[in-house]
């Protein structure tokens, strides 16, 4: 089983809303990915969570906010978003087998977020 | 700066012919590579992967080249069927977290 889930599939939120996306997986995964995808691009890494802590932020706005409870789960937490930050935000999960070797990242179907 | 690049934007065939994608990189650090395959709102999906070890790897309908001393890799689908439609993105990766990504080439599937 590769499945990685994300709620919700689609979000329209105002530029004041506070809103946050969720994924989990229960594969057992230790690194944990936030991307962000607009059309006909490719996904842009956001922030990676390795063991559950803040590996990676690739110099991404402070109006989102990366929370990773446990190591099944990962929010996105979005604050005053602007409408250039419509896209698709897509997570992502690989095994991180601690041999320092590159895994596989498997990504959920996405969550669709229009700013308006 | 574009370390993965996938020169085709778009690729037509006809069902039951071979799709061939292509790849290439600049990067010699990469040491894996993945192939994906995206549907219009959907997340992208693992398709095949090959190590910097390999030359070839194979899985079904599936096949992965890599050649090395020209910073280059393919895949291979064959035969194509209509749900190959989608667009494929060639990824790379040094040893960490982060895949770098092709633009993608789109595939289209002729009846």
């Known amino acids: 089983d590769t499945e990685v889930t994300q709620t919700p599939k689609h979000l329209v939120m105002g530029m004041t809303n506070k809103k946050s996306l969720k994924c989990e997986q229960h594969?057992?995964?230790?690194?944990m990915y936030w991307y962000k995808q607009k059309a006909k691009k490719p996904p842009e890494l956001m922030f990676v969570y390795s063991y559950e802590k803040l590996s990676i932020n690739e110099s991404v706005p402070s109006r989102f906010s990366p929370e990773c409870p446990n190591s099944s789960l990962l929010n996105l937490h979005l604050h005053a978003l602007q409408p250039e930050d419509s896209a698709l935000y897509l997570c992502a999960s690989s095994q991180k087998n601690g041999l320092g070797l590159t895994d596989t990242q498997y990504f959920g179907p996405g969550t669709r977020l229009t700013v308006l | 700066d574009q370390q993965v690049k996938q020169n085709s934007p778009s690729l037509s065939v006809q069902e039951g012919r071979i799709s061939i994608l292509n790849c290439d990189y600049t990067n010699s650090m990469f040491d894996y590579f993945l192939w994906y395959k995206k549907y219009p709102a959907e997340g992208p999906t693992f398709l095949i992967s090959i190590s910097s070890i390999k030359d070839k790897n194979e899985d079904g309908r599936f096949t992965v080249f890599l050649n090395k001393s020209a910073k280059h890799l393919s895949l291979h689908i064959v035969p194509s069927q209509p749900g190959d439609s989608a667009v494929y993105f060639c990824a790379a990766s040094a040893d960490d977290y982060k895949l770098s990504f092709g633009a993608g080439t789109t595939v289209t599937v002729r009846a």
């Open positions: 594969m057992g995964h230790r690194a």
